[in-house]
C-alpha cells in the first residue's frame, strides 16, 4: 500500500514551487490610486526594495492592496503571499499574521509552539518558513510584512468613507 501523505521533501518541493510561482507571477503587483497606506520596505543587504499600499476602510478593513518594487524571489513571494494573506481582514488580525509569521521566521515561536493558541493559522506563509535556517534571507522574507505595519502605523493620509 502506498501512503498519500507527503514526506518532508514532497513538502519542500511544493513550498518551492508555490514561491517561484509568486515571484514569478505575483499577485496583486501594481499601483493602488485610492490607497489610504502606504510604506515602502528596503533590504540594503539584498537589494530589495518594495513599495505597498493599502486600502484600509474606517472600519479598519484591508479592502484592498498592492505592492510594486524589486527584489529577490524571496521578497517578491513574500509580499505576494502577504497581500493574498492580508486583504480582507482587520488591521488587528493583520498585526496577528505578523507576530505570527515573523515569530516564527525569526525564531521567537518553535513550531513546535502551535501557532493557532494565537488563532493564527499560516497557511501558505508555511512555505516561506524555510528561509528561516538562512538569517540574511529572513530580512527578505519579513520585508513586506514590516512595511505594512510601518503604513498600518503610519498614515499616509486619514482613512474615510467619506
Ligand atoms: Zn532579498
Not at 12 to 17: D, F, G, I, K, T
Not at 35 to 40: F, V
Not at 73 to 97: E, R
Not at 105 to 129: F, P
Request: with cysteine.
Amino acid at each position: 500500500m502506498t501512503s498519500l501523505a507527503l514526506n518532508n521533501e514532497d513538502l519542500r518541493e511544493l513550498y518551492r514551487e508555490l514561491i517561484l510561482d509568486h515571484a514569478r507571477s505575483p499577485r496583486h503587483f501594481g499601483k493602488l490610486p485610492d490607497a489610504t497606506h502606504s510604506a515602502e520596505g528596503i533590504n540594503p543587504l539584498c537589494g530589495d526594495k518594495l513599495r505597498m499600499y493599502f486600502r484600509i476602510d474606517s472600519d479598519n478593513r484591508i479592502s484592498d492592496a498592492c505592492f510594486e518594487g524589486s527584489g529577490c524571489a524571496i521578497s517578491v513571494a513574500s509580499a505576494s503571499l502577504l497581500m493574498d494573506t492580508v486583504i480582507g481582514l482587520n488591521t488587528d488580525d493583520a498585526l496577528k499574521y505578523f507576530s505570527a509569521f515573523v515569530g516564527r521566521l525569526t525564531g521567537r515561536q518553535d513550531s513546535e509552539n502551535d501557532d493557532t493558541d494565537a488563532g493564527i493559522n499560516l497557511g501558505k506563509l508555511s512555505a516561506l518558513e524555510g528561509v528561516k535556517e538562512f538569517p540574511s534571507r529572513v530580512k527578505c522574507a519579513t520585508l513586506a510584512w514590516h512595511a505594512l505595519i510601518s503604513a498600518i502605523r503610519h498614515d499616509v493620509q486619514p482613512a474615510t468613507t467619506e
